[in-house]
């Protein structure tokens, strides 16, 4: 083969090689790939195709708006609760504070965003609110909107609650509320990913976190 044709057959490759380089590119930066997992091994409920979820708009308890926008590039584990439940949610912020620090004793770098989702905006002010999402870990966050946008993400998630009046009472902040104490794992796409029903252990949502992510 001349020079001239060996020159030729060189920029050609190299030509074509650029060429599958910025392809990949663009693919990767346009297309999202189903991550496959065995979900026997999976201890919640894995979602093969993520669920896109409706426009929401809360305030989070850095006073910034929260939003479908936040759940974009990272995963989100998010909870319903209120600040003065007194089993289901202290127990599952335990489990969750338990969780976060497992995966940052084993270096993981991509951790999720805790975020407690209040049901209880009549009583749960910003202040309060983040005091005790922060009181289980400085990293949890805390969202709060009216009670019309909590009713609407809530019904969409399947997450059930409910205002319980107690009898004889004359004070109208005077109820306690029963509600499900699900985990929703929304992916970096803003998509729920998979969901985790009571009771929660730390050490299995570390496991499917970890399956997840790595």
Avoid at 31 to 56: A, S
Wanted: charged share 25%.
């Amino acid at each position: 083969m001349s020079l001239k044709a060996r020159s030729v057959t060189f920029t050609v490759v190299v030509v074509l090689a650029l060429a599958g380089l910025f392809s990949g590119i663009f693919v990767g930066q346009h297309f999202h790939f189903k991550k496959k997992i065995d979900v026997t091994t999976f201890h919640g409920t894995y979602l093969e195709n993520p669920r896109p979820v409706n426009r929401f708009s809360l305030t989070g308890t850095d006073e910034k708006s929260f939003d479908n926008k936040s759940l974009k590039d990272k995963w989100t584990l998010m909870f319903f609760g209120f600040t003065n439940c007194g089993y289901v949610c202290p127990t599952t912020m335990a489990e969750l504070s338990k969780m976060y620090r497992i995966l940052e004793e084993k270096g993981v770098k991509n951790l999720p965003h805790i975020v407690m989702v209040s049901i209880d905006p009549e009583r749960d002010s910003p202040e309060k609110l983040r005091s005790y999402v922060t009181s289980f870990h400085p990293d949890f966050y805390g969202a709060r909107g009216d009670e019309n946008s909590i009713k609407a993400m809530t019904r969409e998630m399947g997450i059930a609650y409910a205002k319980i009046i107690e009898k004889g009472s004359d004070d109208s902040k005077n109820y306690d509320i029963q509600h499900s104490g699900a985990l929703m794992l929304f992916n970096p796409q803003g998509e729920l990913n998979a969901f985790f029903t009571t009771p929660h252990h730390a050490d299995l949502l570390a496991k499917d976190y970890l399956l997840l992510v790595s």
